[in-house]
């Protein structure tokens, strides 16, 4: 993988790993960086507001079922609304809903966010080429709320959460993060 002189010039803070030799434009990276980094907004909005409303209404226990029940289908009507090409799903090396198990390709970028991570170099966004025409822009989610903690941090077997997981979710990995871990990925495939 070589990192991109050019996207020096869009944001320091941002590293470019391609997986092929071709040169993105400047105008054309620019394009896909815009593109993903407002279809990740959308997402990360919908579910952050849908989350907190259910916290205030319903507790935890009210979260959880929402976000069991409604986080899939509602990142797949965000989806629909979404221009032709383009999709967004959320990615974890450490997932608790087997549908946001990453592939291959995006298991490789979580490593290299994971060290980035360690070595506190992440970037606000990476974008890599998978084929001619598609190009995967990819959002670190890093756990910034005390709130995640609650569904992803220590959680006691027994308690009324533990048992609703441990049903829900029998093979989860997605516990025992701490505040300002890599919690995994917004990634946006763009297909042009
Ligand atoms: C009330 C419980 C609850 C809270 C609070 C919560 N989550 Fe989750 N989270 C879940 C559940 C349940 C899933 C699986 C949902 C699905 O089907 O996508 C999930 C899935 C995820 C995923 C997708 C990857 C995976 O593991 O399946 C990410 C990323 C994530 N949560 C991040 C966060 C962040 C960041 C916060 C804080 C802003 C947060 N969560 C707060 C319950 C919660």
Same mark, same amino acid.
């Given at each position: 993988m070589k990192l991109l002189p050019t996207i020096t010039l869009l944001t320091l803070n941002a590293a470019l790993l391609l997986a092929s030799s071709e040169v993105i434009k400047e105008e054309k990276l620019e394009q896909i960086v815009k593109t993903g980094d407002?279809?990740? &907004? $959308? !997402?990360l909005k919908t579910l952050g507001?849908? @989350?907190? &409303? #259910?916290?205030?209404s319903g507790g935890v226990m009210g979260a959880f079922n929402f976000c069991a029940d409604e986080a899939y289908p509602l990142t797949e009507g965000v989806n629909k609304g979404l221009e032709k090409? $383009?999709? $967004?799903? %959320?990615?974890? @090396? +450490?997932y608790r809903n087997p549908a946001n198990a990453p592939k291959a390709d995006e298991i490789a970028v979580l490593e290299s966010l994971n060290a980035m991570k360690a070595s506190n170099t992440l970037p606000a966004y990476i974008v890599k080429q998978t084929?001619? *025409?598609t190009f995967k822009y990819y959002k670190p989610l890093v756990i910034e709320k005390e709130a995640c !903690? &609650?569904? #992803?941090? *220590?959680?006691? +077997?027994?308690?009324? !959460?533990? &048992?609703? @997981?441990?049903? %829900?979710?029998p093979l989860d990995t997605a516990i025992n993060?701490?505040?300002?871990? !890599? %919690?995994?990925a917004v990634v946006v495939t763009i297909t042009k």
């Open positions: 407002a279809s990740a &907004k $959308v !997402l507001s849908n @989350l907190e &409303k #259910h916290m205030k090409g $383009v999709s $967004v799903k %959320r990615i974890s @090396l +450490k084929d001619d *025409k !903690l &609650k569904c #992803h941090g *220590k959680i006691m +077997k027994d308690s009324e !959460l533990g &048992k609703a @997981l441990g049903a %829900r979710y993060y701490e505040m300002n871990d !890599l %919690r995994g």
